[in-house]
């Protein structure tokens, strides 16, 4: 049972440069999420997806792509890297229907833009 | 705009000790209330899902409560394993738009010495 997987684990890259974080669940949840955790700011909302085609922002989203294609997978792309994008991000997928259901969380991506 | 705040930032025990954590939250309608526990270099793993003031759900030497303010995190006897941060979240109620967004606090880092 896998669950939830991301990649890569450590990211370094420069400004400017575009970068795609993967996510990958395989419990088929409807609704996927990222987040970023930074000192002082909890973990925020970057973009939420309910199911394969439908994504909307969260709390903090410019500066970040997101897609959808299949369920099980919900990769995000910074396309142009700045300093205050170094983070560690986080995905997360949940069910969803009648009732209330928690969100499952990946190991996380520790990137640093240079 | 839903807020949560937790205290206290941090909290050292001896082992033993018996304490608790506030949650503290605002929130337009609450759907539910998450307690996650996050080791460091991990992700959030969940704990709890509380649904209505009043509710307490128990896991080994923890207790979570629900009022219609806040909740609380009741550690009792704490052993070194008890040792992370404690993250609590607010689910808000479907028909403000929520969705099944959550609202996150920064945390309670918790240290437990022998």
């Known amino acids: 049972d896998a669950g939830i997987t991301q990649s890569p684990r450590y990211k370094i890259t420069e400004t400017g440069r575009q970068v795609t974080l993967m996510c990958h669940q395989t419990?088929?949840?409807?609704?996927m999420f990222w987040y970023r955790q930074d000192l002082g700011h909890g973990l925020r909302l970057i973009y939420y997806?309910?199911?394969?085609?439908?994504?909307d922002k969260g709390e903090v989203p410019d500066g970040y792509v997101v897609s959808r294609s299949k369920t099980e997978n919900f990769p995000l792309t910074l396309e142009s890297a700045t300093r205050s994008q170094t983070s560690v991000y986080f995905c997360?997928?949940?069910?969803?229907?009648?009732?209330?259901?928690?969100?499952?969380f990946g190991p996380g991506t520790r990137l640093t833009v240079t | 705009e839903d807020q949560v705040t937790q205290s206290p930032e941090a909290l050292r025990l001896q082992e033993g000790e018996s304490s608790s954590l506030n949650c503290s939250y605002t929130?337009?309608?609450?759907?539910?209330l998450f307690w996650y526990r996050q080791d460091p270099g991990k992700g959030p793993e969940f704990l709890f899902t509380?649904?209505?003031a009043g509710e307490e759900k128990e896991k080994e030497r923890l207790k979570a409560t629900l009022t219609k303010k806040e909740s609380f995190l009741h550690i009792t006897a704490p052993k070194p394993e008890d040792s992370a941060t404690y993250l609590c979240?607010?689910?808000?109620?479907?028909?403000?738009?929520?969705?099944?967004?959550?609202?996150f606090g920064t945390g309670t880092q918790l240290k437990v010495e022998l």
């Open positions: 997360a997928s949940s069910r969803t229907g009648q009732g209330f259901y928690e969100q499952y």
């Open positions: 929130v337009s309608g609450l759907r539910g």
């Open positions: 979240a607010v689910q808000p109620n479907i028909l403000t738009g929520g969705g099944n967004k959550l609202t």
């Open positions: 419990w088929s949840h409807s609704y």
């Open positions: 509380l649904y209505s």
């Open positions: 997806s309910a199911a394969a085609d439908i994504t």
